[in-house]
């Protein structure tokens, strides 16, 4: 007995956005960590979707986070011979996270969330009405 | 005693008072008419079990997902709202059910004899 049809979908959609939600937090909170856990600056990671396989229908997909991949790219370097992380040079690897792009990462996600939420809630009002029928 | 018992007892005993009313006028028809109230009040009522059984399951699976989140084990607050929702809408149709049930049964109480 499932009355919120596709709501298994939504359900791990919700939980796909939140990770990838986590994930630009995590970005912009190490924007300026020159020391990552390995020894190098950070790297800014991305969030990759998958599909599952979810319900008893075959032709239904869910939607999971696939993998928590780190960006390759170069960050920039600074001139500070007095940063404790400069190399003999004087020069600083800073990590390779830009701002605008992890602002448009969260807008895009949360947004996603949104669109999620509504269609959670309209299958639910779609069922509400259905049991009014009989009225 | 428990209402829905009740009111299940009640839908099977006013089934079989509707097919005497067809086959044929006076008592005796009333009689041959039981068993088949029987069979359909055991069926009945295992149905009506089966629904209240389940919208139980979804309730307690509901306030499992609250659980979760109030005691800090997961932080999928949305997977605890969808689990209660479910719930409330699974209890609603309990509801409507039930207000058919009782309607019907009026509907016979008001009857002209």
Redesign the interface.
């Known amino acids: 007995m499932n009355f919120l049809t596709g709501i298994n979908a939504t359900s791990g959609a919700l939980s796909a956005e939140q990770t990838r939600m986590d994930i630009v937090a995590q970005n912009i909170a190490n924007a300026y960590t020159t020391k990552d856990i390995d020894g190098g600056p950070y790297k800014r990671r991305m969030v990759t979707f998958e599909s599952t396989l979810s319900g008893v229908n075959k032709a239904e997909r869910g939607v999971r986070v696939g993998k928590i991949s780190a960006d390759q790219k170069p960050g920039e370097v600074l001139y500070q011979p007095g940063h404790p992380h400069a190399g003999p040079d004087g020069l600083v690897q800073m990590p390779n996270v830009q701002m605008p792009v992890e602002m448009v990462d969260l807008m895009s996600a949360s947004r996603a969330y949104e669109a999620n939420l509504s269609v959670a809630r309209n299958s639910r009002s779609l069922a509400l009405k259905a049991l009014t029928i009989g009225k | 005693m428990n209402p829905l018992q009740k009111l299940d007892e009640m839908a099977g005993s006013l089934a079989p008072g509707m097919s005497a009313g067809i086959k044929g006028p006076g008592l005796g028809a009333a009689s041959p008419s039981m068993g088949v109230g029987g069979a359909m009040r055991a069926e009945f009522s295992s149905f009506l079990n089966k629904a209240v059984t389940?919208v139980e399951g979804k309730m307690r699976a509901a306030e499992v997902e609250k659980q979760k989140v109030l005691t800090g084990e997961t932080?999928?607050l949305?997977?605890a709202t969808?689990a209660a929702?479910?719930a409330g809408?699974?209890f609603?149709?309990m509801v409507?059910v039930r207000n058919?049930l009782v309607e019907s049964y009026q509907e016979m109480i008001r009857m002209q004899v």
């Open positions: 389940e932080n999928n949305h997977q969808i929702s479910e809408l699974a609603s149709l409507e058919k």
